[in-house]
């Protein structure tokens, strides 16, 4: 078992236990070919929780700085993270999301680039809108409850809380939808994804 599949499967058990975790409309994800996984960003619990929503190997993005400790520096990169740059427009690090996705592979992206401070939905940054528009990859939108509550931004402890993600339609798109490829239509494509996740809810039948 490889390290990724073993912190997935971990991640998994452990938040069963105290999170009583659980993801509704796992049979939404698409399994196959590219695709961009979105979700709303609550807690340092995201990433790993996410691996158990689809079957295949997902790369995500994570802030650079994480790799100053040793510990991550050695972990990171075996987990397919992705380091990013949050203090200005990382392209570099878009593009490599972007050069993945052209090879048939699954990439995490938080709409919001970082976590949340208060538990609620921010609004989406444009660098989800330039992988789109530069992969016209399908995204399933999904939003996760409870993290915020588990492990706050900034808190020192966690708490015994239920975790949910809940999966979305998968929103599929044209090149209509990217004209003109300018930063006012990475802005709209990132909207629009962000929408659907604020539509989502743990009572979602859509």
Known sequence: MSTYHFVVWLSRSVAKVLFRFRILHRERMIETGPVILAMNHQSYLDPPLVGSVSNRVIFSLARKSLLDRSLWRWLLPKLNII??????RDYAALKRVIRLLREGKAALIFPEGARC?????QPPQ???????????????????????????????????????????????????????????????????VMEEIRNLTTASVR
């Open 83 to 88: 380091p990013i740059d949050q203090n200005g």
């Open 117 to 121: 401070i208060d538990g609620n939905l």
């Open 126 to 192: 444009p660098g989800l809108g330039f992988v789109i528009a530069n992969t016209l990859a399908p995204v399933v939108p999904m939003r996760i409850f409870g993290a915020h509550e588990a492990w706050p931004r900034g808190g020192s402890k966690i708490s015994l809380r239920p975790i949910t993600i809940v999966v979305g339609h998968p929103i599929f798109f044209s090149s209509n939808d990217i004209r003109p490829l300018n930063r006012r239509t990475y802005q709209q494509l990132s909207d629009r």
